[in-house]
């Protein structure tokens, strides 16, 4: 989320609204009509533990965003994906259909993962040329301005890991138009 944010784009989530009474589903598929761009990781589709019922919720959005651009007309033609994975091959055990497409695999590494988002974004989205190290860099000096200004507004390190990815989101951005200070004092 991090390196969409620092190349310029806004990333939109299914948790922009908390509104219960929406439906989920329909957020997603609304989300899907309105963005060119997507990113989906099939990574955390894997049971963690036997028994556990593996997630199938990023496969299913996969599909929802391939129809979507097989279906609908204009500017759905366009869309792009970043299909992402832990291990190369290791979607086709369970979604086979996705052989011959361009998998990119991070090993569980999330600097592996922001160079391959951040590679797709500069191709892919026209984004600005920064360096995949420079945004590692600048993430960890957003890490520390976000710490240290909750932390002076009287919440604790666990309140803040706890926060919604809604609220993380709004502060990458304040963080960007701050001029990406590298702490909060």
């Not at 009287?154 to 590298?182: C, F, H, N, V």
């Amino acid at each position: 989320m991090f390196t969409i944010v620092r190349l310029g784009f806004i990333p939109r989530l299914a948790s922009e609204s908390l509104d219960g009474g929406q439906n989920r589903l329909q957020k997603i598929v609304q989300l899907i009509e309105a963005s060119r761009f997507s990113v989906h990781d099939l990574s955390r589709c894997v049971a963690a533990e036997a028994g556990e019922h593996f997630r199938m919720n990023m496969p299913f959005e996969l599909g929802i965003d391939y129809g979507c651009r097989q279906f609908k007309d204009g500017a759905h033609k366009k869309k792009r994906f970043l299909i992402l994975e832990e291990e190369r091959f290791r979607y086709q055990a369970a979604l086979s259909d996705l052989s011959g497409c361009d998998i990119e695999t991070h090993a569980a590494d999330y600097q592996k993962a922001v160079r391959k988002v951040r590679n797709w974004l500069v191709l892919e989205a026209d984004a600005q040329n920064v360096g995949a190290q420079r945004i590692l860099n600048d993430y960890s000096d957003f890490q520390e301005w976000y710490v240290e200004k909750h932390l002076a507004a009287g919440a604790s390190e666990a309140d803040i890991y706890e926060y919604p990815t809604r609220e993380l989101l709004k502060g990458m951005q304040e963080w960007m138009e701050a001029g990406m200070p590298p702490s909060f004092n």
